[in-house]
């Protein structure tokens, strides 16, 4: 019990009972029976205990009370062997020297007022006990008890075991382990860093325990993992990691500040050279993938997209031009493009400046309207063509208007037809509210619908519903978001049959963001992710890195596939971060993650060795007037994986002597 909450016992005043904190549910559960017994049955010192006795042999007492714990439990003899002790010696657990305590204790059983006092852990004389058990006299009326209250001064709250093979591969979402974690304030200033898990604080006086039952290294939280990234200025880990915090978490703006700033800066190494590297890749990969709702990130990956979709665009259009043979048959894939590139760039390219694309649309269209079973394609490209090539527009009208008597007798039949016309109505004079309702009707169907149509026809379906000024602006936005995810699809298989495998990756990825249907883009992606996987292998470590970022970055990665590259990704940061870890501990942790990837293997075990040794030489040198510290860095030394056999042997020996010992 700490002092300063112990009370005079002879004060007039109500006084109030301090329990330690592993007695606090045993006061609880006793209730009014405890406190009745402690009124009337519990012995007392001087001439109260006197009248107890006369009593007793009148009527026995029954047997004493018995607490019970999972461990220790009091004898049912703790009160008889008070009374066979009186007059000889009291041995009360109290915080104060033997001779102090002893000097104590006489001069109250002088005053024939003696404190009970009994413990849950074995006796031993004039030892410290954080569990002590004080039974106080309670039968002086002037000076009830008023109240329990919990000491908590010395609470030391011991950590479950966590073996190296349980910490888990993927990103730790704020795993505490009761550290205290860095201060807000200056990055630069280490001195703001508090000690990490594995200098975690030890009760040097309490030896009751065994001394193997203090834990292993655990998990830091997440706000100092992220930290340690941030000194390494180490962005993308900063975004990989911070983008698992809670909103409720305490440190939720400052992750949030380090986070954004990170992204920024991978943003501008990503475009920093003309082609994009594995590393780039990853960078805007994972901006693209973030589910966090902050204005900054959105305005981020709105950028990227927007930067993707005319980088897309650019290629396209140029190879168009180059390539007469594609004339005919791409003419409405690029102007279409063309047209929303001028949309979302705020451009005002001309089709008929890329191998004259406005002029093939319309003979392709023409050829369309003369076969009665293609008249909604030779509408659909009519439309493309007087929406975005303004030199063609003109002469689009009378075609179009011809070509729209031809569907009307069907359109009952063919949901593309009913949107068509519904649209043409609306765009033509037609405003009554019944109209609009009705091409709305019609929209969200054909959207719905085209799911399940062929791939042609599906894409078809999204061109329609995304060049029509009165569709809704939603279902506009979605089709034409599934529309570019079909000609990122067909980019990412070009890429791969070219062996291109990074950028097939890059494209199939945001394409199953767009539209995340699997017969379209999941093939790609296995392909391109074990080709990768290989070719990592013979890359040096930091190419490596990129490319398993890369893997663990994109959507849609078969599971098995993105385990491996997670496992890999950190085997290969943990080594990194070893390199700047003080924390000998933990730089052993570290490495022997790092360790676990066979290719890391021979780079690092020189490296874990030199820390090991050192690590048992500081476990060695601290046995004695530390014995719990050393015993927890003997034990991290014994189960970590990778460590040289010959300090696991000697660690193993120092913890078994340690317990021999105790």
């Known amino acids: 019990m700490a002092p300063e909450n112990q009370q005079d016992k002879n004060s007039a005043k109500a006084r109030q009972v301090v329990l330690p904190v592993s007695l606090s549910l045993l006061v609880a559960a006793g209730g009014v029976a405890t406190y009745q017994w402690s009124q009337h049955d519990a012995p007392v010192s001087g001439k109260r205990a006197e009248h107890a006795n006369t009593k007793s042999k009148e009527k026995k007492p029954g047997e004493a009370i018995r607490l019970n714990t999972d461990d220790n439990q009091v004898k049912n003899t703790a009160i008889n062997q008070f009374k066979e002790n009186r007059g000889k010696r009291i041995e009360v657990p109290v915080k104060h020297s033997a001779e102090e305590s002893g000097k104590k204790i006489r001069s109250s059983l002088e005053k024939e007022e003696a404190l009970l006092a009994f413990s849950l852990k074995n006796d031993v004389d004039w030892e410290v006990y954080d569990d002590a058990v004080?039974?106080?006299?309670?039968?002086?009326?002037?000076?009830?008890?008023?109240?329990?209250?919990?000491?908590?001064?010395?609470?030391?709250?011991?950590?479950?075991?966590?073996?190296?093979?349980?910490?888990?591969l993927l990103p730790v979402d704020d795993l505490l382990s009761g550290e205290e974690e860095t201060t807000d304030g200056?990055?630069?200033?280490?001195?703001?860093?508090?000690?990490?898990?594995?200098?975690?604080?030890?009760?040097?006086?309490?030896?009751?325990?065994?001394?193997?039952?203090?834990?292993?290294?655990?998990p830091g939280s997440l706000y100092n993992s992220i930290y340690d990234y941030v000194i390494m200025n180490d962005s993308y880990n900063v975004v990989?990691?911070?983008?698992?915090?809670?909103?409720?978490?305490?440190?939720?703006?400052?992750?949030?500040?380090?986070?954004?700033?990170?992204?920024?800066?991978?943003?501008?190494?990503?475009?920093?050279?003309?082609?994009?590297?594995?590393?780039?890749?990853a960078n805007l990969q994972l901006i693209h993938?973030?589910?966090?709702?902050?204005?900054?990130?959105?305005?981020?990956?709105?950028?990227?997209?927007?930067?993707?979709?005319m980088k897309y665009v650019d290629e396209e259009i140029n190879a168009y031009a180059a390539d007469k043979e594609?004339?005919?048959?791409?003419?409405?894939?690029?102007?279409?493009?063309?047209?929303?590139?001028?949309?979302?760039?705020?451009?005002?390219?001309?089709?008929?400046?890329?191998?004259?694309?406005?002029r093939n649309l319309m003979k392709s269209a023409d050829q369309d309207a003369r076969n009665s079973s293609s008249v909604v394609e030779a509408l659909n490209k009519y439309q493309i063509?007087?929406?975005?090539?303004?030199?063609?527009?003109?002469?689009?009208?009378?075609?179009?208007?011809?070509?729209?008597?031809?569907?009307?007798?069907?359109?009952?039949?063919?949901?593309?037809?009913?949107v068509i016309l519904a649209a043409e109505a609306v765009e033509n004079g037609n405003h009554a509210p019944e109209a609009r309702e009705e091409l709305h009707r019609l929209a969200e169907k054909l959207l719905e619908a085209a799911e399940e149509f062929e791939p042609d026809a599906e894409e078809q379906a999204y061109e329609i519903l995304s060049t029509r000024a009165s569709i809704d602006k939603t279902i506009a936005h979605t089709a034409t978001n599934r529309k570019k995810a079909f000609a990122y699809a067909k980019k990412a298989e070009g890429l791969l049959s070219a062996e291109k495998?990074?950028?097939?990756?890059?494209?199939?990825?945001?394409?199953?963001?767009?539209?995340d249907k699997s017969d379209l883009n999941d093939r790609v992606i296995k392909r391109a992710v074990e080709q990768m996987l290989k070719e990592a292998k013979e890359k040096d470590l930091d190419t490596q890195l990129a490319i398993y970022r890369s893997i663990t970055s994109a959507n849609g990665v078969p599971y098995e596939y993105a385990q491996q590259a997670t496992f890999l990704q950190k085997a290969i940061d943990d080594y990194r971060k070893a390199m700047n870890q003080s924390n000998l501990e933990q730089?052993?942790?570290?490495?022997?993650?790092?360790?676990?990837?066979?290719?890391?293997?021979?780079?690092?075990?020189?490296?874990?060795?030199?820390?090991?040794?050192?690590?048992?030489?500081?476990?060695?040198?601290?046995?004695?007037?530390?014995?719990?510290?050393?015993?927890?860095?003997?034990?991290?030394?014994?189960q970590t994986p990778g460590v040289d056999v010959e300090i696991k042997e000697r660690a193993k020996s120092m913890l078994d002597e340690s317990n021999q010992k105790t």
């Open 240 to 281: 990989y990691y911070g983008q698992n915090v809670r909103t409720d978490d305490k440190r939720y703006n400052t992750i949030m500040k380090w986070l954004v700033e990170s992204a920024d800066r991978l943003k501008g190494e990503a475009y920093a050279s003309p082609s994009l590297s594995y590393q780039g890749q």
């Open 326 to 358: 594609r004339h005919s048959k791409d003419a409405k894939h690029i102007v279409y493009f063309i047209g929303k590139y001028n949309e979302q760039a705020n451009k005002s390219l001309n089709p008929s400046e890329y191998g004259n694309a406005d």
């Open 501 to 515: 495998y990074a950028e097939a990756l890059y494209y199939a990825s945001e394409s199953k963001r767009l539209y």
């Open 186 to 218: 200056d990055l630069n200033n280490e001195q703001n860093r508090s000690e990490n898990v594995g200098d975690q604080k030890t009760d040097n006086n309490s030896k009751d325990d065994a001394i193997d039952s203090g834990p292993v290294l655990v």
């Open 587 to 638: 730089a052993v942790q570290d490495l022997s993650s790092a360790w676990q990837h066979s290719n890391l293997q021979k780079l690092v075990e020189p490296l874990l060795k030199e820390k090991s040794r050192t690590l048992f030489e500081q476990a060695n040198a601290i046995r004695n007037e530390n014995p719990k510290q050393a015993a927890r860095y003997f034990r991290t030394l014994a």
């Open 385 to 418: 063509a007087s929406q975005y090539a303004p030199d063609v527009a003109e002469e689009l009208r009378t075609q179009k208007k011809d070509l729209l008597l031809q569907v009307k007798e069907v359109s009952q039949t063919d949901i593309s037809k009913a």
């Open 289 to 309: 993938s973030l589910k966090i709702n902050q204005p900054e990130i959105q305005s981020l990956q709105e950028e990227i997209q927007k930067n993707m979709f």
């Open 134 to 168: 004080y039974l106080v006299d309670s039968s002086n009326k002037g000076a009830p008890i008023a109240g329990l209250a919990v000491d908590q001064s010395d609470i030391i709250l011991p950590e479950p075991p966590l073996l190296i093979e349980d910490i888990p």
